[in-house]
Nanobody
């Protein structure tokens, strides 16, 4: 069993900041990449930011320069969100590509989601 637990969502005013956290636990051999996706009502889920085990990062164009993804350790990832605007309102989901054994393929896991609402 693998679990991804997110925290840090909430209500913030435009221009404000939030930091999301995601911790992976359970039967884990290695985590190849972790990332954050978001889904607003009526829209498809989209990649926000991702980071590999080697530290390479990838961001959606809409968040470049405002959001920063980082890893506290092999199993925990943060998303620092600055200069938030109303278009950032969405449910944010943690994603991880995990091998549970050295001989198994990588599988994709999701957290339960945390709501971020940007409103005045």
């Amino acid at each position: 069993q693998v679990h991804l637990v997110e925290s840090g969502g909430g209500l913030v005013q435009p221009g404000g900041s939030l930091r999301l956290s995601c911790a992976a636990s359970g039967s884990i051999f290695s985590i190849n990449a972790m990332g954050w996706y978001r889904q607003a009502p009526g829209k498809e889920r989209e990649l926000v930011a991702a980071i590999t085990s080697g530290g390479s990062t990838n961001y959606a164009d809409s968040v470049k320069g405002r959001f920063t993804i980082s890893r506290a350790n092999a199993n925990t990832v943060y998303l620092q969100m600055n200069s938030l605007n109303v278009e950032d309102t969405a449910a944010y989901y943690c994603n991880a590509k995990i091998r549970i054994r050295s001989w198994t393929w990588e599988n994709e896991y999701w957290g339960q989601g945390t709501q971020v609402t940007v409103s005045s």
